[in-house]
């Protein structure tokens, strides 16, 4: 194949993938190959992706470039809807749901914590989360590029920062989370809590926590039991500090 120039214009957005803030450059094409495979080979996964556009016309993954094309390529609009269909992207996801990778295990506490539906296993592999992302039209949340650009992430995002609390903020201003079913989730395994009368745990409680507190909630998969004691106050004040509403 006989080389040949393309170009391209980045919204602002990339200034964090590409080097040098460089957002508008020539490029060298010395092979066959997709945009898609192309602006990953820049360090943009391509969930990262929210348009590409080839002069004035829109197009896909899987589209070729031609001699002195010129690509803009632009970020999401935020909030995120992943609700609805694009060129990039033509599987509409239903309802928002995540999977974390080991990585980003405390955040995945957090967004529990928060109400989200999470995923989160420690002896998942990348080729197991992107496989579970794709059954189960989940957004992978990672800080590792190689995990996004496999095939069957559709959504996923690129955690910036390396604290979890700033990350959970990242993840609400990108995603518009709400706080909606905010402590409703079990910590441990992700499973819906179910509320429980005290008489049927007295045996499992400590003696102060049988004494000052009577409403529980309990998980149905692995039993733990869950009540406003100090550790919800604790939770309460790293929701707020985070940007979530919440009632008393």
């Not at 993938?17 to 508008?24: R, V």
């Not at 990262?48 to 970020?75: A, M, N, T």
Request: hydrophobic share 40%.
């Amino acid at each position: 194949m006989t080389s040949f120039k393309i170009y391209f214009i980045f919204s602002s957005e990339y200034n964090f993938f590409l080097k040098n803030n460089n957002l508008n450059f020539g490029y060298t094409l010395k092979r066959r190959a997709s945009i898609k495979d192309i602006l990953e080979s820049f360090g943009i996964p391509h969930p990262e992706i929210g348009k590409i556009f080839c002069f004035q016309q829109e197009v896909d993954f899987f589209y070729i470039p031609k001699p002195r094309d010129v690509f803009k390529v632009y970020y999401h609009t935020l909030p995120l809807d992943i609700s609805q269909k694009s060129i990039l992207r033509p599987r509409r996801f239903l309802e928002l749901k995540f999977i974390c990778d080991v990585n980003v295990g405390k955040l995945a506490t957090l967004l529990r914590m928060a109400g989200e539906d999470v995923l989160y296993n420690t002896i998942w592999d990348d080729f197991k989360i992107a496989q579970l992302a794709w059954q189960e039209q989940r957004v992978v949340l990672s800080k590792d590029r190689g995990l996004l650009k496999r095939k069957l992430v559709e959504w996923g995002y690129l955690l910036r920062s390396s604290s979890p609390d700033l990350q959970l903020k990242e993840v609400k201003r990108v995603f518009g989370l709400k706080g909606t079913n905010i402590f409703k989730r079990c910590l441990c395994c992700n499973a819906v809590l179910e509320p429980i009368e005290k008489t049927k745990i007295l045996d499992k409680l400590e003696p102060k926590t049988k004494k000052y507190y009577n409403e529980f909630f309990i998980c149905p998969e692995c039993g733990k039991i869950y009540w406003r004691g100090s550790h919800f106050e604790y939770m309460r004040k790293r929701l707020l500090k985070n940007g979530f509403k919440l009632a008393r």
